[in-house]
């Protein structure tokens, strides 16, 4: 195992800070004849292996979990329209080839979106999408409901290109374990 700062010291700097992941890069390499390297994320869900062949990837910050030797992981302001996000103002982009593997809470759902298609989501469910999927980030209705009902803000993607959504949101369940911890109840 070698541990280094990818991409030199503004690039990790920037991977970490912006992107919420870590600052240094584990590259595992067998000597000698072959080896197993086993990774697992924090929450309990789907790992899903993606093909990377040249076309960029945007992934949810928190869902990405390794990639092979080729595969550049980057991050990338996510605009103005990230800003109340629960998810946080940058993602990561993937760019290269290879295999990346994205984790998630719950199940990986993959939507394929024709162009000119449509999909809403809530923040919370995204995992990772191709950049030729447009997106605008706003309240699911009104602003009181979005402010006061814990529903958040929603995606509102548009296609061509993949989509890939995870079947639970970590937020809901800490929403739903807090009250249950010791020194929390009444």
């Not at 990790?12 to 072959?34: D, M, P, Q, W």
């Not at 899903?48 to 550049?72: C, H, K, R």
């Not at 990338?76 to 940058?90: A, C």
């Not at 309240?139 to 061509?160: D, M, N, Q, R």
Request: overall charge neutral; charged content about 20%; proline content about 4%.
């Amino acid at each position: 195992m070698k541990t280094e700062v990818k991409g030199g010291l503004m690039k990790g700097l920037k991977r970490s800070v912006l992107g919420g992941e870590s600052f240094f890069i584990n590259t595992f390499e067998a000597s000698g004849e072959g080896g197993e390297v086993t990774v697992a994320p924090a929450l309990p869900g789907d790992i899903v292996a993606l093909e990377m062949t040249g076309q960029p990837l945007l992934i949810q910050s928190g869902s990405f979990l390794a990639a092979t030797t080729g595969v550049d992981i980057d991050s990338k302001w996510g605009g103005s329209k990230t800003f109340f996000s629960r998810e946080g103002l940058f993602m990561l982009k993937a760019t290269g080839t290879g295999t990346i593997f994205v984790s998630s809470y719950g199940a990986i759902r993959l939507i394929e979106l024709g162009a000119g298609q449509k999909y809403t989501v809530d923040t919370g469910h995204m995992v990772a999408f191709d950049d030729t999927v447009s997106y605008n980030v706003g309240k699911s209705g009104g602003w009181k409901s979005t402010l006061f009902s814990g529903e958040g803000l929603v995606a509102k993607l548009e296609g061509p290109g993949r989509f890939y959504m995870q079947t639970r949101a970590p937020d809901s369940f800490i929403a739903w374990l807090a009250p249950k911890l010791p020194g929390n109840r009444e």
